[in-house]
C-alpha cells in the first residue's frame, strides 16, 4: 500500500468543494484493500490517531478535510464487481466515480438513478453522504438503492450489513455482530425526524429502524464504507424533458404546485385507463431571475426578462409519449408557459446540453466566489411542503432588502432550494452570514431541516445543535461512541470536538 507524507502529495487531499481553509495531515493512506483499511484503523485506534475518510472531496461542508492524523483516500478501491442486470443489482467497491457507474448500468440496460449533479463524485461518497439530487423527486436519495454495505468500522473489525437484517422496532437493543463475533450494542435513537422529503441532517432514524441507514448519510464518522451492493431500475425507454420560462412567478409557482400534485397522485394510484401515460414527474428543477441571468453567461441563447424557469423530465415510451405530451401541453398552457423561447427535447444530446445548463449554475456560482475572493454563503434547508411558499418569499424578501448578489436555484419539487449569497466584499460576507442565520432559524421553526442533502460536516454543527437541542445530540453521540470508542474517524464532522 502506498503512503505519502510530503506536503506536495498531500495537498491536493487537504481541502474540498467547501474552500474550508486550514486543513493538514501527517500522512496519506492509498489502500487498494480492505485489510489495509483494517490495519491502518486498528494502528490509529490504539494510538489515537485521527482519521479523515475522502472520497472524490466534491463534498461542500468540509467533511473530508483532515486537521490532523491521517487521511485514507478510496480512490484506488475502485472496481466495479459485478452488474446483474436479470437482478438489477450491483457491487462494488467504494471508489468508483458515480459517472462510470452510470454509464456501466446503462451499456448493460439498466439504470441508477441517484443524481447529485457533481457526477465526479465516489459512490462511497454518495453513500457516506446519502446523496441526492434533481432526480430524488421521483426516485428519492441513494439510501433508496443501498441494499448491503460492508464497513470496516474504527478498531479495524469488519461489518456486514444488508438492508432487513438489523430491523429493530420503538424501545429495542439494537446489537450489531461484526465478523470476528464481536457484539456491538447500541441505544437507537428516540428523536422524530422533520417531516420533509430529504434531510440529511443528523444520523438517520425511523420507525422501525433498520440499522444499515444508520450508516448512509453518517458522513464518515462511523466507519469506512469498503463495498457497496446496489438496487437498480429498469432503464426508462424514453425521456421528454424541458426547460420551461415564465414572466410571472406566480404563473411558476401554480405550475409547479399542479405538476407535483398531479405526479404525487397519478405514481400513487395511476389511473386505469391512462395505459402509463399519466403525467408524472422524475424532476422539477427550480432557476429564479437572477440565476437566469448568471447562466446566461455560459449560455447566451438564454431568454431576458424572465422571472424564472422550470427544468422537467418525464419518462415516455413510443406508447404513452403522444398522451404524455399532451398532459404537458395543457399545463404549459394553463401556467401561462412562454412556449415559443421555452426549449423541449427528446433525444440524450439536448438533455445533456441542459443538464450542463443546470450543472453550468452551481460552477459559475463557485467561480464567481472565488473571483470575489470571498466565500459563497449557500443554503440547503428543506420545510415541509405547506411551508415552502412562505419560506421562498421570505428568503426572496429578505435577500432583496439587502442589496447582495444573490441567486435561488434548485429542487423545488421537494421543496429544496439553493439561495446562494455572492459577497463582493467583508462587509457584505457579514451581512451574509447574518441573513443565512435567519433563514436557519426561520427553517426550523418551521420543522424543517438545517441540510437537505450537502450534509453537516465541519461548516453546519452549530446550526445542528440548534435543530437537534443537546438531550438528541447526545443520543447521537452515544451511537457514535458506541462504534467509534476513541472518536478518531472523521473528526470534526458532525459534532464539535468538545463532545469527544
Ligand atoms: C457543483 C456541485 C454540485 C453538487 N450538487 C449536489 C447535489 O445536488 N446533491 C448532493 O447530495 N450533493 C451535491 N454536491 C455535493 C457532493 O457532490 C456530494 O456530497 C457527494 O456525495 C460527495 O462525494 P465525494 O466522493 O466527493 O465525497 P467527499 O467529498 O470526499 O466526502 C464526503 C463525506 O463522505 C465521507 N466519505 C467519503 N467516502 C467515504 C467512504 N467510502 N466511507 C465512509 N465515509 C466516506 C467523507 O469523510 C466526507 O465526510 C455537489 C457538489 C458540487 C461541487
Redesign the pocket.
Known sequence: MQTKTQLEDLQNYLT??SNMPGGHAERLFLPETADEISEILREANGRKIPV?????????VG??IPFGGYVIS?ERLDRIIEIDKENKTAVLE?GVILADLQKAAEAEGVFYPPD???WS??V???V??N???SRSFKYGSTRNYVERLKIVLAEGDVLEIRRGEYVFDDGEPLELVAKSGRRIALKPPSYVRPNVRKNVSGYFNAHPFDAIDLFIGS??TL???VEVGLRLLEKPKGLFSGIVFFEESDDLLSFVEESKRLSFENRKNPPADAGGSALDASLIEYFDDRALKFISEKFPETPDYMAGAIFFEQETTEETEDRLFEAWNELFEKHNVDIERSWFTMTEQDRERMRAFR?AL??SV?ERVVRNKQKKIGTDMAVPDERFAGFLKYQKEMLDASAIDYVIFGHIGDCHLHANLLPKNEEEAGRSRHIYGRFIAQAIMLGGCVSA???I?KLKRKYLNAMMGERYLNEMIEIKRALDPNFIL?RG?VFDSKYM
Not at 479523515?52 to 461542500?60: K, V
Request: hydrophobic content about 25%; glycine content about 26%; aromatic content about 0%.
Open positions: 474540498d468543494a479523515t475518510i475522502s472520497g472524490a472531496r466534491t463534498g461542500t467533511g473530508a478510496l467504494p447529485p449533479t457533481e463524485c465516489q462511497g461518497g454518495t457516506a453522504t446523496a441526492s439530487g458522513e464518515g466507519g469506512v464504507i450543472h452551481p460552477v463557485n442533502e450537502h450534509g460536516g472523521g464532522n
